[in-house]
T-cell receptor, first 116, second 114 residues
C-alpha cells in the first residue's frame, strides 16, 4: 500500500464500551508504534512492536489498554471499558527497521475516538 | 525523562517571509530528531529527519539544523506560502536499548497570511 492506513477514522463510544482500532502499516515495515494525541497536544507514545513482538508497552496508560500484532503486520489497539479521558486521536506509525540508519516513522491519518 | 519544548506556540506571518521555528530537548542522548507537519484532522507528515551525527538537513524550502550538545533544533522555512499553514511538530528518538517511542513537543501552529 501507499502508506499507513487506520480504521475506523472516527469512533464514538459510550462510556464503558470496548473499542478496537486497526492499523495497517506500510508493507515490509518491521516496526510499528501507537501514539495517543489529546487535543492541542503533541502525540504521546503508547507501545511499540518489532514484527509480532511487543517490545515496549511502557506508555499504555492503564491495563484497560491492550495492543497486539499477531502476524507481524496488522495491529489492533483495544481499549476496554472506555472512559471520557480516553477521548483522543490514536495514531499509528511504522518504520522500516529500528536499528538501520533509515528509521523514519511514517504516520497514518489516525482514529479520532470520542467517549460520551 | 525527556522533555521537548517548541517555541513559539503560534505564529502568524505574511506570505513571502522567511521564518524560524524552535525546538529544544532536555536530554542530549538522542538517536535522531524528526520534524513533522500536521494539518487539521490529519495525521503527521514527515518533513525532515536528522541523525544525531548530522548538523542539518535540507528539503526544498525547508532547512533543519541540530545542535545536539545544546539540545536545540531549528526549522527554517524560506519564502513562506499560504500552503505552509499547519502545525509543525518536532520529535526526538532515544538510542536503541532504551524507551522506543518518539517524544514530541506540543507543536507550533503556523498561519501564513495571503
Amino acid at each position: 500500500g501507499a502508506g499507513v492506513s487506520q480504521s475506523p477514522r472516527y469512533k464514538v463510544a459510550k462510556r464503558g464500551q470496548d473499542v478496537a482500532l486497526r492499523c495497517d502499516p506500510i508493507s515490509g515495515h518491521v516496526s510499528l508504534f501507537w501514539y495517543q494525541q489529546a487535543l492541542g497536544q503533541g502525540p504521546e507514545f503508547l507501545t511499540y512492536f518489532q514484527n509480532e513482538a511487543q517490545l515496549d508497552k511502557s506508555g499504555l496508560p492503564s491495563d484497560r489498554f491492550f495492543a497486539e500484532r499477531p502476524e507481524g503486520s496488522v495491529s489492533t489497539l483495544k481499549i476496554q471499558r472506555t472512559q471520557q479521558e480516553d477521548s483522543a486521536v490514536y495514531l499509528c506509525a511504522s518504520s522500516l527497521d529500528l536499528t538501520s540508519g533509515y528509521n523514519e516513522q511514517f504516520f497514518g491519518p489516525g482514529t479520532r475516538l470520542t467517549v460520551l | 525523562k525527556q522533555e521537548v519544548t517548541q517555541i513559539p506556540a503560534a505564529l502568524s506571518v505574511p506570505e513571502g517571509e522567511n521564518l524560524v521555528l524552535n525546538c529544544s530537548f532536555t536530554d542530549s542522548a538522542i538517536y535522531n530528531l524528526q520534524w513533522f507537519r500536521q494539518d487539521p484532522g490529519k495525521g503527521l507528515t514527515s518533513l525532515l529527519l536528522i541523525q544525531s551525527s548530522q548538523r542539518e538537513q535540507t528539503s526544498g524550502r525547508l532547512n533543519a539544523s541540530l545542535d545536539k550538545s545544546s539540545g536545540r533544533s531549528t526549522l527554517y522555512i524560506a519564502a513562506s506560502q499560504p500552503g505552509d499553514s499547519a502545525t509543525y511538530l518536532c520529535a526526538v528518538r532515544p538510542p536503541p536499548g532504551g524507551a522506543d517511542g518518539l517524544t514530541f513537543g506540543k507543536g507550533t501552529h503556523l498561519i501564513i497570511q495571503p
